[in-house]
Nanobody, 120 residues
Framework: QVQLVESGGDSVQPGGSLRISCAAS????????MSWVRQAPGKGLEWISS??????????YYSHSLKGRFTISRDNAKNTLYLQMNSLKPEDTALYYC???????????WGQGTQVTVSS
């Protein structure tokens, strides 16, 4: 069965960096676009970034609100999706989910989420 397991969430100070991961199993990882979505306390879901399959170089897409602070990547050999987050701000505090995306870019599977807290 399809499984997405996020990890790497932590508490960091403002201005810090963190890399979170999503280990995928139960499907051919390299054949699917993947995304990161977050949910801040008391708020709705917010799309952050997506990466397509890309045989050699995968195309990446980002929310304009991130202003270049986050980088999505994938390692198809390890069936793992990553999100490198730099210059973290308190407003980045959220539960971060990875999703598997259909060709329509609608997410059909979600992980359980990993908590990122940015606080001094």
């Amino acid at each position: 069965q399809v499984q997405l397991v996020e990890s790497g969430g932590d508490s960091v100070q403002p201005g810090g960096s963190l890399r979170i991961s999503c280990a995928a199993s139960g499907f051919t990882f390299s054949s699917y676009s993947m995304s990161w979505v977050r949910q801040a306390p008391g708020k709705g879901l917010e799309w952050i970034s997506s990466i397509n399959t890309g045989a050699s170089i995968a195309n990446t897409y980002y929310s304009h609100s991130l202003k270049g602070r986050f980088t999505i990547s994938r390692d198809n050999a390890k069936n793992t999706l990553y999100l490198q987050m730099n210059s973290l701000k308190p407003e980045d505090t959220a539960l971060y989910y990875c999703t598997r995306d259909l060709p329509s870019m609608v997410a059909d599977y979600w992980g359980q989420g990993t908590q990122v807290t940015v606080s001094s």
